[in-house]
């Protein structure tokens, strides 16, 4: 159970259309992620699954049933919310409890449900606290506890994890998949995080301008690019584009040498993260690029050299942007 | 950085305005209490010392405790007319719709009409028995005798006159929180099954219930003190507060020794009331 079917689903609001029209399969119990910049229309995809917002055309089942015009609570989903929209002045309990008791649950299974929840996110010691009285990491956990204790057949997270610093950021995203890997279910995760996309995802799909770009787990997409959308989107730092945006070459890819070489180079910068640096370099003609060098890297900014592409590592396009093989 | 010299200088500097302050407070407040153990009556050159017998006189008036009950009526139905139109009003205000920004300005001005204008306009202009406007309903529905508003039902009358001024601003303070209400609350709540009703109940009525509590505890001190509707429409012998007690002993009798009594008692009533009203919806304003 978990399969989203969309079929040239369209969004249009007046004259501005969002989405042009996006055919999409989700299989059951994968952990699929909408990445793309903001204004992409990935939330406005994800708000279009969850019944929030209505198709202007095109259409949507789950699990084989035709749920376009079918209001969300039945279609069986649960959402995480970017702001969690926990609801403030009730506890921890009933905020869990909420969705149970709008589905006229008896009170005994609700309370079961939510003993269970609360138990798994590590919450049961703040059942009674208001939200306020909570840390981002543990509002984010009672949103978590809201979803599943419906048993949807398939979570939504609309970047739910854009409001944590940066180490909690790490925790939660291990706590998100290690729920996956133990309930199995189907989730789609919204995110403008690249890194997310790829640590995350059985499959990403790039979203530009509300096409859907290219559809593929996270290694096809680093590897085989179909465009220099997805090229440049996909792989931090961004991969170089040289030769009029016809030649593309990871910064990983690029081998440097003081002697010989393809490509010759000066220093600007260099980045020292410890376990690789990155160097700036001003290529001359071919303009700005970046180089991944090994941690011991000494070349300092001013130094000449030369760099070399690794020839199978090379990505070709023509001029419509589109990979060429 | 509040050193302790900048602090004791902070206080020197604030003594005076304190000062004005207290005396602003307090010196109208100090005569009411000394003229109301006098014997003053302008109509009269016996004064002296009357002791309590002013409160007795007052508390022992014949209008006295139908006045008192008018007092409480008159807040009491403004209150809920204006909390539970002022709702209805304000999810109303907060849909999209064309014409928004004039309907809200509409909306709010009759807050902004004085009491004794909007009075009379209602007088003799809606509720009057031959040239009003719900008269000249009445007879269109083939009414014979159309209702004399004030004869008829006057604290009825007064009551529809101060919530339709008060209605505006509960519509105000309540359109303004629904508006701080996050969209997001709205999808999950979706998301979770509940419907309009259930909406409302569970996620905008709580979310509203402290801006309520802030209309209910500014409505009822000014309701307490309304004056210029009830003695404009002429309705203070069957409709009168105490407010316009106190007004008519001082107006009427030229008796400035008991009207003074009767302000004081006025006073400790407003305080008792809005103390336990404090304690009883207060609770909704700690954070």
Not at chain 2, 11 to 37: E, H, Q, R, T
Not at chain 2, 42 to 63: I, K, R
Request: charged share 20%.
């Amino acid at each position: 159970m978990g399969t989203i079917t969309l079929k040239q689903v369209r969004k249009a609001f007046g004259d501005a259309v969002i989405i042009p029209g996006a055919d999409l399969e989700i299989r059951e119990g994968e952990f699929i992620v909408f990445v793309g910049p903001s204004g992409c229309g990935k939330s406005t995809l994800l708000r279009l699954i969850a019944g929030l917002e209505d198709v202007t055309s095109g259409s949507i089942s789950i699990d084989g049933k035709d749920v376009t015009e079918a209001p969300p609570s039945e279609r069986g989903l649960a959402m995480v919310f970017q702001s969690y929209a926990l609801y403030p002045h009730m506890s921890v309990r009933d905020n869990i409890a909420f969705p149970l008791k709008m589905h006229k649950v008896p009170q005994g299974e609700i309370d079961a449900a939510v003993s269970k929840a609360a138990a798994k996110l590590n919450l049961t010691d703040y059942l009674e606290r208001k939200p306020r009285q909570l840390s981002g990491g543990q509002r984010q956990r009672v949103a978590i506890g809201r979803a599943i204790v419906r048993e949807p057949t398939a979570f939504l997270f609309d970047e739910p994890l854009s409001n944590l610093d940066a180490a909690l950021r790490v925790n939660m995203r291990v706590e998100i998949m290690q729920m996956h890997e133990d309930m199995k279910a189907t989730m789609i995760y919204v995110t403008h995080d690249q890194v997310e996309a790829m640590t995350m995802a059985d499959r990403i799909v790039v979203l530009n301008r509300g096409h859907i770009e290219q559809v593929g787990s996270p290694l096809e997409l680093y590897n085989k690019p179909n465009s220099l959308f997805v090229a440049g989107f996909i792989g931090s730092p961004k991969m170089n584009f040289v030769e009029g945006n016809t030649i593309g070459v990871r910064p990983e890819h690029i081998a440097l040498s003081d002697k010989k070489g393809d490509w010759q180079g000066t220093v600007k910068l260099a980045e020292h993260l410890g376990s690789d640096t990155f160097l700036h370099i001003d290529g001359g003609a071919r303009g700005q690029l970046t180089v991944r060098a090994s941690g011991e890297s000494n070349f300092g900014p001013g130094t000449k050299l030369w760099m070399t592409p690794e020839k199978d590592r090379i990505h070709r396009f023509n001029k419509e942007g589109r990979a060429i093989r | 950085m509040a050193t302790s010299h900048s602090q004791s200088l902070g206080k020197w500097a604030l003594a005076p305005s304190l000062a004005v302050l207290a005396g602003w407070a307090f010196v109208p407040l100090a005569i009411a209490i000394y003229f109301s153990f006098l014997r003053y009556n302008l109509q009269n050159d016996n004064t002296g010392w009357m002791g309590l017998s002013n409160f007795y006189y007052f508390f022992s008036d014949p209008y006295f405790l139908k006045d008192l009950i008018n007092t409480i009526l008159l807040v009491f139905f403004t209150l809920v007319i204006s909390v539970v139109g002022g709702v209805f009003l304000a999810l109303l205000l907060d849909q999209p719709f064309w014409g928004r920004g004039i309907v809200r300005i509409l909306m709010i001005s009759p807050f902004f009409i004085m009491p004794t204008v909007s009075s009379l306009v209602w007088k003799n202009l809606i509720m009057h028995p031959v040239f009003g406007l719900f008269a000249a309903i009445q007879k269109f529905f083939g009414a014979e005798q159309p209702l004399d508003w004030f004869a008829s039902v006057p604290l009825l009358s007064v009551i529809i006159i101060v919530s339709w001024q008060w209605l505006p601003y509960a519509t105000l303070i309540l359109l303004t929180a629904l508006q701080s209400l996050d969209e997001e609350q709205k999808d999950a709540s979706e998301m979770d099954g509940a419907g309009a009703i259930a909406y409302f109940r569970y996620i905008v009525l709580p979310h509203l219930s402290r801006p309520i509590t802030v209309v209910i505890l500014i409505e009822t001190i000014f309701l307490l003190n309304i004056f210029a509707e009830i003695k404009v429409t002429s309705a203070g012998g069957f409709a009168g507060n105490l407010t316009y007690l106190v007004f008519s002993q001082l107006n009427d009798a030229n008796d400035i020794g008991e009207a003074a009594a009767g302000g004081l008692i006025a006073v400790v009533l407003a305080n008792l009331v809005s103390y336990f009203l404090v304690r009883i919806v207060g609770k909704n304003l700690e954070a």
